[in-house]
């Protein structure tokens, strides 16, 4: 890429041939997408199909890799883990994390910035974007509902700094009034320029938030699509995730 081209030419997230293992468990199989600057992209798929894996993959949680995982053009593949966040990766996984001895603004303050460039949003901010946090931030980890400690999970990443998040799942197991809160998270933080890469089985919830679709099947992306041609490609879908 030339010089001259603006940093919005280089994607977020750019992962060619990539190969992933958990011990002799091949899961990945020659995986490539690119996720550009401010978009947001579900993968969806059946369960094991790889979709996590690739997520881990990214933060280098999984065994052996091979190929290629650019993020903002530098090569991640190799990094720790570690160092992947501090390129400004964020991940949520399904399993949250949340210290049940801690208060939840404990929680929130405890991950340390990743970024020297991207101050994190600062606790004022999330507040006000969830609500719901403000009143509890005294409140005992595991005295959070099921939401509060998922908008808790999303909320630390974004104090972080991190630009460019994996979320897994965040909306699985919710009441329907609390997939409503994190879908209009999400326009949000598109609005403010993340980067977001969301794993989803609930497709109602994934499907207008996203800009476009990977379908992963057997460890492979099978299909990919924008959210435009969403319609078109529902009778895929179906066949593919029995939508």
């Known amino acids: 890429m030339s010089a001259g081209m603006s940093n919005l030419a280089t994607p977020a997230l750019e ?6 293992w958990y011990g002799e468990s091949h899961i990945l199989h020659d995986v490539n997408l690119v996720v550009n600057q401010g978009e947001v992209v579900t993968l969806l798929g059946r369960n094991g199909a790889g979709r996590t894996t690739t997520m881990r993959a990214i933060m280098g949680l999984t065994g052996a890799r091979t190929g290629s995982i650019k993020i903002n053009g530098v090569e991640a593949i190799h990094l720790p883990t570690y160092k992947v966040a501090h390129l400004g990766v964020g991940y949520c996984p399904e399993e949250r994390g949340i210290f049940s001895s801690l208060s939840a603004e404990e929680n929130l303050m405890l991950p340390p910035s990743v970024s020297r460039s991207n101050e994190g949003m600062s606790v004022a901010e999330i507040y006000e974007m969830f609500p719901n946090l403000a009143e509890r931030k005294n409140s005992q980890g595991t005295r959070l509902s099921g939401g509060e ?16 998040l994996l979320l897994d799942e965040i909306s699985e197991g919710l009441a329907p009034v609390i997939v409503q809160a994190l879908a209009r998270m999400i326009t949000t933080l598109k609005a403010k320029g993340y980067t977001i890469i969301m794993v989803e089985q609930n497709f109602r919830f994934a499907a207008p938030l996203a800009d476009r679709f990977y379908v992963m099947e057997h460890g492979q992306i099978v299909e990919s699509f924008a959210a435009a041609e969403l319609n078109e490609k529902m009778s895929v879908l179906n066949e593919l995730l029995g939508v």
């Open 15 to 20: 992962i060619s041939h990539l190969q992933a």
């Open 149 to 164: 400690q998922q908008m808790l999970a999303v909320a630390r990443i974004l104090r972080t700094g991190a630009r460019l």
